[in-house]
C-alpha cells in the first residue's frame, strides 16, 4: 500500500492533495460534531464519552472512502521503508504531502464554519470551542509531542485491524475505536487540534473586523464607562459580563456573540 500512495503522490499529486484534503476536512465535521454535542456537559468523564463517540465516525468515513489521514498512514510508509518498496526520502516527502493536505482540509472547514456562524454564535457554543482551544494550546511543547505519538498510535493501531478485518461491517467497527480511543483517553491529534484552534481563531478574526469597521463609521465609539473603570477597545475577549474582581465572566447560553460588542473589551 505504501508503493501505491507513493504513486498515486508522484503520478498525480493533485489527486493525492485532494485525498488528503478531503480526510483533513472530515477529522474537522468530526470535530464540529463533538464540540456541538459536548457543549453544556460538566462532568469531565461524561463529557469526553460523548465526544469519543460522535467522533468516532470519522475514521470510518475516511477509510470507506478511500481517503487519506496522515496519522493513520505514517505506519504504512514506515514498513514500505523497511521493505524497501519506497525510500526514505519518497517516505518524508509522503508524510509532508499528506500532513499539508489535511491540514488544509481542517482549516478551510473550520474556516468556512467560523465564518458562517449561526448556531455557533451562541455563547454556549463558542465559549465551549475557545475553551477548547485554550486546553489544546495551554499545554507545553513535550506534553503535545508525547500525547501525540500515543494518538498516532491508536489511529495506526485501527488502521492495520481495518485492514485485516474480511467484513465491512468488520472494517467500520475497528476504524471507529482509533478516533473513539483518542477522544476518550484526551490525547491529541494534529489534524483535529488544528480544526479546534481554528474556530475560534476564525471567530475572533470576525469579530476583529467587526470592531475595526464599526469604528471606520463611528469613529467616535472608542470607549465605554462601565462600572466607572475606563475600558478601551483594544482587544478581543470572550463574550462576557466582567465580574468588578476581573477574574470572571458570565454569559447566556442563548446570548449571541454579535450581542456583546461593547463587552468585547480588554482592561488597559
Known sequence: MSKEKWKILKNRPFAFLLHAFA????????????????AGISTPGLQNLVMGLVFGFSLVAIMMTGMSLITAEMALGIIGVFHKKITIVQYILFVIA??????????SFM???????????????????HALAASKTGMNGLSIFLLGILCT?????????????????GKMAVAYYGPFAFVGSMIEHAIANIGFIALPLGGN?????????????????????????????KDIMLPATMFPDKTRTTVNSDDSIISFYPLFLKYD
Open 98 to 107: 499528506g500532513y499539508i493536505g489535511n491540514a488544509l482540509g481542517s482549516l
Open 111 to 129: 474556516s468556512i464554519l467560523a465564518f458562517a456562524g449561526g448556531p455557533f454564535e451562541k455563547s454556549i457554543y463558542a465559549l465551549r470551542a
Open 205 to 233: 478574526l470576525i469579530i476583529l473586523i467587526s470592531i475595526k469597521w464599526f469604528h471606520s463609521l463611528y469613529p467616535n465609539f472608542s470607549e465605554v464607562e462601565i462600572s466607572r473603570e475606563r475600558l478601551l477597545v
Open 153 to 169: 498510535w491508536f489511529l495506526q493501531t485501527a488502521m492495520f485491524m481495518y485492514l485485516k478485518a474480511k467484513s465491512d461491517v
Open 23 to 38: 480526510g483533513g476536512a472530515i477529522v474537522a465535521f468530526g470535530a464540529t460534531l463533538s464540540l456541538s454535542i459536548s
